[in-house]
């Protein structure tokens, strides 16, 4: 799996967008977030329990990640047709606001990201900076849940460029302007 310092690798793949007819998909690559902080994550499949849970509030926190300079894109090894028929058929997936991109085997491969023998994603997250650079990774195995706010507060402690301690929130003093 990659990790802290490397890059992220050069991608374009399909993903699931919308389910407004005529808008459903359109492919997302790398370069659409030059110069931005990325959260990009993955989940093991559509159509399952723990996922939808985690994509929605991702969603739910698409304002602070925006007011973070962050945009926020998931996905899994599941096709972008499937992502839609997922959205379409779970109430709390069709008003989603951002991209799930199908994480084809290239990309897989290129980011180390499929629990072996389970032909899935881990549930990976990276925190990439405008440089496309990895600054945070997480993984859970496929049972366990994320939790957003911990990838929130990972983005504030990486932003502040500072030294922060164990439980830092944004807002506190960093320890090198500690009194």
Not at 58 to 78: C, I, K, M, Q
Not at 121 to 135: E, K, S
Not at 160 to 177: A, V
Request: with cysteine.
């Amino acid at each position: 799996m990659l990790t802290v310092g490397d890059k992220l690798p050069s991608f374009k793949v399909p993903a699931a967008v919308s389910v407004e007819p005529g808008s459903e998909f359109k492919p997302v690559s790398d370069t659409d977030f030059a110069g931005k902080w990325l959260v990009l994550y993955f989940y093991p499949k559509d159509f399952t329990f723990v996922c939808p849970t985690e994509i929605i509030e991702f969603d739910n926190a698409l304002p602070a990640f925006a007011e973070r300079g962050a945009v926020v894109v998931g996905g899994s090894t599941d096709n972008e047709f499937c992502h839609l028929a997922w959205r379409n058929s779970h109430p709390g997936l069709r008003a989603i606001n951002h991209p799930l991109i199908h994480l084809t085997p290239q990309l897989a491969s290129d980011l180390g990201v499929i629990r072996p023998g389970a032909g899935a994603a881990l549930r990976v997250t990276f925190v990439i900076d405008p440089t496309g650079t990895i600054r945070a990774v997480t993984a859970y195995d496929l049972s366990v849940g994320r939790n957003v706010k911990e990838v929130l507060r990972t983005l504030d402690a990486l932003q502040t460029e500072e030294l922060t301690p164990c439980g830092w929130e944004k807002g506190q003093d960093t320890l090198s302007k500690k009194k």
